[in-house]
């Protein structure tokens, strides 16, 4: 009897493992929805639908962008830290999710650390100092001494207060010695149209956003604020050329809520990794977009959170913000 036993459990084994390898293997069966924590037209928006786009063609379901802005990119992001860690809710996490919002709200609704997972990083950016075509400043010596003479006469835009957007115009105010003022907007898209017409004066941008206007002539680029030129935009200067010092980097990545299927997560960091080997994909990120690649994956992730935010925190301390 109990021979038969152990051979009924091991034929029952037999039958019910490839079922449930299967059953994890069926992800996705549905539409997937990816939340993108800021408004529509910025860089965040840009990189979530091409990467969403690739995803579909990839696993063979809809990725569904929708843009939850707000609060420097809190809305969107605690959603998907409370959304069900089923695979159907996944999102953008960013420098402002997981480095900035950190250090500058005594209470957040989420902890980056324990209640999403890093799946993958999708884009290394700087940042690109923007200014509107009418401004008589050609260069970041020029815009600095211009607004040394007239202190408080000109205005930088962002994306809302404590984005990085904000925090590299608030180093800049504190390295360079200018007294220029902060117009906040809710994300960076509907900026736009306001610094071409010269209603605010300038915006540090993310690459993706703002290049494509300073390539058609829409806006001046001055500067960007990596340590060193970007690849994909050589002929503008960074502007640690002239503020010795200044840095201000950001990425873009992959989350899911913690406790996702460790099936699920494979499948989606390979799926990321196909996505970002296709050279489309590659040329998009360095020739039009001013992106650099990052290793895909997993692997380091929180040692690039836990070096990310020391790279910031002084222009979080520069700034004096603190969010509520």
Request: charged content about 15%; proline content about 8%; overall charge positive.
């Given at each position: 009897?109990?021979?038969?036993?152990?051979l009924?459990?091991?034929?029952?084994?037999?039958?019910?493992?490839p079922?449930?390898v299967?059953?994890?293997?069926?992800?996705?069966?549905?539409?997937v929805?990816f939340?993108?924590?800021?408004a529509?037209?910025?860089?965040?928006?840009?990189v979530?639908?091409l990467?969403?786009?690739?995803?579909?063609?990839?696993?063979?379901?809809?990725?569904v962008?929708?843009?939850?802005?707000?609060?420097?990119?809190?809305?969107?992001?605690t959603?998907l830290?409370?959304?069900?860690?089923?695979?159907?809710?996944?999102g953008l996490?960013?420098?402002?999710?997981?480095?900035?919002?950190?250090?500058?709200?005594?209470?957040?609704?989420?902890?980056?650390d324990?209640?999403?997972?890093?799946?993958?990083?999708?884009?290394?950016?700087a940042?690109?100092?923007?200014?509107?075509p009418?401004l008589?400043?050609?260069?970041?010596?020029?815009?600095?001494a211009?607004?040394?003479k007239?202190?408080?006469?000109?205005?930088f835009?962002?994306?809302?207060?404590?984005t990085?957007?904000h925090?590299?115009?608030?180093?800049?105010k504190?390295?360079?010695?200018?007294?220029?003022?902060?117009?906040?907007?809710?994300?960076?898209?509907?900026?736009?149209n306001?610094?071409?017409a010269g209603?605010v004066?300038?915006?540090?941008?993310n690459?993706?956003?703002?290049?494509?206007?300073?390539?058609?002539?829409?806006?001046?680029?001055?500067?960007?604020?990596?340590?060193?030129?970007?690849?994909?935009?050589?002929?503008?200067?960074?502007?640690?050329?002239t503020?010795?010092?200044?840095?201000?980097?950001?990425?873009y990545?992959?989350?899911?809520?913690?406790?996702?299927?460790e099936?699920?997560?494979?499948?989606?960091?390979?799926?990321?990794?196909?996505?970002?080997?296709?050279?489309?994909?590659?040329?998009?990120?360095?020739?039009d977009l001013?992106?650099?690649?990052p290793?895909p994956?997993?692997?380091?992730?929180?040692?690039?959170?836990a070096?990310?935010?020391?790279?910031?925190?002084?222009?979080?301390?520069?700034?004096?913000?603190?969010?509520?």
């Amino acid at each position: 009897m109990l021979q038969r036993r152990t051979l009924l459990a091991a034929a029952s084994g037999s039958v019910f493992a490839p079922a449930i390898v299967s059953a994890q293997g069926a992800w996705p069966n549905k539409t997937v929805k990816f939340i993108c924590p800021f408004a529509p037209g910025g860089g965040t928006d840009t990189v979530s639908r091409l990467i969403c786009d690739q995803l579909s063609k990839i696993l063979g379901q809809t990725f569904v962008v929708e843009n939850k802005g707000g609060a420097g990119g809190n809305i969107g992001t605690t959603e998907l830290a409370r959304a069900a860690p089923d695979g159907y809710t996944l999102g953008l996490i960013s420098v402002a999710s997981h480095t900035l919002n950190p250090m500058l709200y005594s209470k957040l609704p989420y902890n980056p650390d324990k209640d999403i997972v890093g799946v993958s990083r999708l884009a290394v950016l700087a940042n690109l100092l923007g200014v509107t075509p009418s401004l008589p400043a050609n260069n970041v010596a020029e815009l600095i001494a211009l607004c040394k003479k007239e202190p408080g006469k000109y205005s930088f835009a962002s994306s809302g207060p404590g984005t990085s957007l904000h925090l590299s115009g608030e180093l800049f105010k504190s390295m360079a010695g200018v007294d220029i003022i902060h117009v906040p907007y809710k994300g960076a898209g509907p900026v736009y149209n306001d610094l071409m017409a010269g209603t605010v004066n300038m915006m540090f941008a993310n690459m993706p956003s703002m290049l494509p206007h300073v390539r058609a002539g829409k806006l001046k680029g001055l500067g960007v604020t990596s340590a060193q030129r970007s690849k994909a935009a050589p002929e503008i200067p960074a502007i640690a050329e002239t503020v010795p010092g200044y840095v201000a980097t950001s990425w873009y990545g992959v989350g899911a809520p913690a406790g996702t299927p460790e099936p699920v997560l494979a499948r989606l960091e390979s799926a990321i990794a196909e996505a970002l080997a296709n050279p489309d994909i590659q040329k998009r990120w360095a020739n039009d977009l001013g992106l650099d690649m990052p290793p895909p994956g997993r692997k380091g992730f929180d040692d690039v959170v836990a070096q990310d935010r020391k790279l910031w925190a002084p222009a979080v301390k520069a700034s004096g913000v603190k969010l509520d």
